[in-house]
């Protein structure tokens, strides 16, 4: 018996397997539109490679994305665009689609990876970055500290969003808190040195990711998943701690929260990352054991037999994977075939099935009901 291909449930969302894929930007938006390239990537990991398929992280305004090439969801072509992608996910593809909502704050406006991922100049488009607090990561622009009236605007813009992923039919939504983006900075003593309610100690830090959580679960269908992606660490002294994220886990569950994927860093360039195979499981160990909420671990989990350990030893509930599922997007099915089970394909490719190949030559093998 697989425990990572055993099915699992989260509000009414059932799953078949454990199998994540993870959030990956793919920096080729205009205007924050998807286009055949989302079609491409979503739609054949939705055939292969897992439970659940989150989008990229998906922006919640023009001025909280990362690059001018990240995905968007604040205006009407960007949901059209992204309706057209989902629709086709969920009416060939296995998988639940979700979507996980985004805003970079202090960490906007620079250019993609392949362009060298430093601050865009004012001259060349670059635009004034929104934090917590006037604080710049590293040696980057410093942001403009949120005042109330730019909290409301942030936070109505995620609710707008998650009604707009809502409309285009996610199964399941998360919340981008993680690798040192706007929730992260609030959460974070490196980036957050407010001396308001929502600075000081994790209480005051956390306050305002938890608005915005409770206020877009008010909004997200009452019988679908809404969970947050969290860095359990800064791996900086002095910085956001795991007991700290501990604390925010437990008001996020108190609030409705589904589930936490958990990943780390991203908020400091002096971070030290101790990185193996599996290096942030302990942290979503910690999380699931001492909050009670089912946690997605993530992190160079790269072999079928390390993610079944890790969720049948207790550790996680899913396993997210990244690089692997764009290196193969069909992991899910090499995994059960190594762990020995059965899992799903769609009807069209049903005869690719190895165990089948032997059985008759293939101009025999009877058509699938699809035909
Ligand atoms: C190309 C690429 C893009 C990524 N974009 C995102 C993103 O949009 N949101 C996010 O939370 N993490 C993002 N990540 C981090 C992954 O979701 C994941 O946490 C990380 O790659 C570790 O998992 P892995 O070892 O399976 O790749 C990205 C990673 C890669 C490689």
Not at 17 to 36: K, T
Not at 56 to 78: F, M, Q, Y
Request: glycine content about 10%; aromatic content about 8%.
């Amino acid at each position: 018996m697989s425990q990572l291909f055993s099915p699992i449930t989260l509000r009414d969302m059932t799953v078949s397997n454990r199998l994540v894929v993870a959030p990956m930007c793919q920096y080729l938006s205009e205007d924050g539109n998807a286009n055949d390239w989302h079609l491409m990537h979503l739609g054949q990991l939705s055939m292969g490679a897992g439970g659940v398929i989150f989008t990229e992280a998906t922006h919640v305004s023009p001025e909280g994305r990362i690059t001018p090439k990240c995905l968007g969801l604040w205006s009407d072509d960007n949901e059209r665009t992204l309706k057209r992608v989902i629709d086709f996910c969920k009416a060939h593809g296995v998988a639940k689609m979700g979507i996980q909502l985004a805003h970079a704050g202090r960490k906007a406006s620079v250019n993609p990876p392949l362009k060298g991922s430093a601050p865009i100049a004012a001259a060349d488009g670059g635009w004034q970055t929104l934090g917590p607090s006037e604080v710049g990561y590293g040696d980057w622009p410093t942001p403009r500290a949120l005042d109330d009236d730019g909290l409301a605007t942030v936070k109505a813009q995620f609710v707008t969003a998650t009604e707009r992923s809502a409309r285009i039919g996610f199964d399941i939504a998360q919340l981008h808190a993680a690798h040192g983006y706007l929730m992260h900075q609030f959460l974070s003593p490196l980036s957050n040195v407010r001396n308001d309610r929502y600075g000081g100690s994790i209480e005051g830090r956390m306050q305002f990711p938890l608005e915005v959580f409770e206020a877009c679960r008010a909004v997200w269908p009452e019988n679908k998943p809404l969970g947050v992606r969290v860095s359990a660490t800064d791996w900086v002294e002095g910085g956001l701690t795991v007991d700290e994220v501990v604390e925010f886990a437990k008001a996020l569950k108190a609030k409705g929260c589904d589930f936490i994927d958990v990943s780390s860093g991203g908020n400091h360039p002096g971070q030290k990352i101790a990185l193996g195979p599996g290096y942030q499981v302990p942290f979503a160990e910690r999380i699931r054991n001492e909050v009670g909420i089912p946690v997605m671990a993530v992190g160079l989990i790269t072999e079928p037999r390390q993610a079944e350990s890790i969720v049948a030893s207790g550790k996680a509930d899913f396993i997210a994977i990244a690089r692997g599922a764009m290196d193969n997007p069909r992991w899910a099915w090499h995994a059960a075939r190594a762990l020995g089970v059965d899992t799903e394909y769609p009807p069209q490719y049903v005869r690719c099935r190895p165990d089948t190949w032997r059985a008759a030559p293939a101009v025999m093998i009877a058509p699938t009901a699809a035909e």
